[in-house]
T-cell receptor, first 114, second 117 residues
Framework: AQTVTQSQPEMSVQEAETVTLSCTYD???????LFWYKQPPSRQMILVIR??????QNATENRFSVNFQKAAKSFSLKISDSQLGDAAMYFC???????????FGTGTRLQVTL | EAGVAQSPRYKIIEKRQSVAFWCNPI?????LYWYQQILGQGPKLLIQ????????DSQLPKDRFSAERLKGVDSTLKIQPAKLEDSAVYLC???????????????FGPGTRLLVL
């Protein structure tokens, strides 16, 4: 069974600084997708970034980028120039290409301070 | 475009009562998902529909949970009878995906927070 582990329950970053959230996963599949979702207090989950396992190039979306290490089964999220609006729960998620079924980690709560 | 709509936003019931949640996906989205998110955990998939057919309900507690998606649009999730451990946020999501298309983004609704006393 696939599992997703987020070992940091909480992280804190100062405004304008950079923070990295960690995620590891376990799968026997060779092809899959990885995602980072953001869940603000309003509870609406929003897709932040997506990585396809067969692509070696790390995905980037504006201030958000990932460090995808396939051999280590590691998928970290880097947020640059942190803003107050980045404060939220961040969930790492996985799905194999054979299905459209997300498996989520337990989340990391990010606080952004002035 | 309108997002995924869910109602009610909050529900408080006593154990052994029944409850139903409603979801209206984004127009044109073929695939609809129901997730259960217990406090402090990530969402867990309960059931996945493609149009009005069930794709995956392997994690749905079928002795008490049921779901339907009539006409391949709106969906309802029902719990009967509710237990204390059913207290959670129930999230609905939808995607354009036809067949297995994991790259299609899942768009989530605001969720329904259920408290079972």
């Amino acid at each position: 069974a696939q599992t997703v582990t987020q070992s940091q329950p909480e992280m804190s970053v100062q405004e304008a600084e950079t923070v990295t959230l960690s995620c590891t996963y376990d799968t026997s599949e060779s092809d899959y997708y990885l995602f980072w979702y953001k869940q603000p207090p309003s509870r609406q989950m929003i897709l932040v970034i997506r990585q396809e396992a067969y692509k070696q190039q790390n995905a980037t979306e504006n201030r958000f980028s990932v460090n995808f290490q396939k051999a280590a089964k590691s998928f970290s999220l880097k947020i640059s120039d942190s803003q107050l609006g980045d404060a939220a729960m961040y969930f790492c998620a996985y799905t194999p290409v054979t299905a459209s079924k997300l498996t989520f980690g337990t989340g990391t709560r990010l606080q952004v301070t002035l | 475009e309108a997002g995924v709509a869910q109602s009610p936003r909050y529900k408080i019931i006593e154990k052994r009562q029944s409850v139903a949640f409603w979801c209206n996906p984004i127009s044109g989205h073929a695939t609809l998902y129901w997730y259960q998110q217990i406090l402090g955990q990530g969402p867990k998939l309960l059931i996945q529909f493609q149009n009005n057919g069930v794709v995956d309900d392997s994690q749905l507690p079928k002795d008490r949970f049921s779901a339907e998606r009539l006409k391949g649009v709106d969906s309802t999730l029902k719990i009967q009878p509710a237990k204390l451990e059913d207290s959670a946020v129930y999230l609905c999501a939808s995607s354009l995906a036809q067949g297995t298309a994991p790259s299609e983004t899942q768009y989530f609704g605001p969720g329904t927070r259920l408290l079972v006393l």
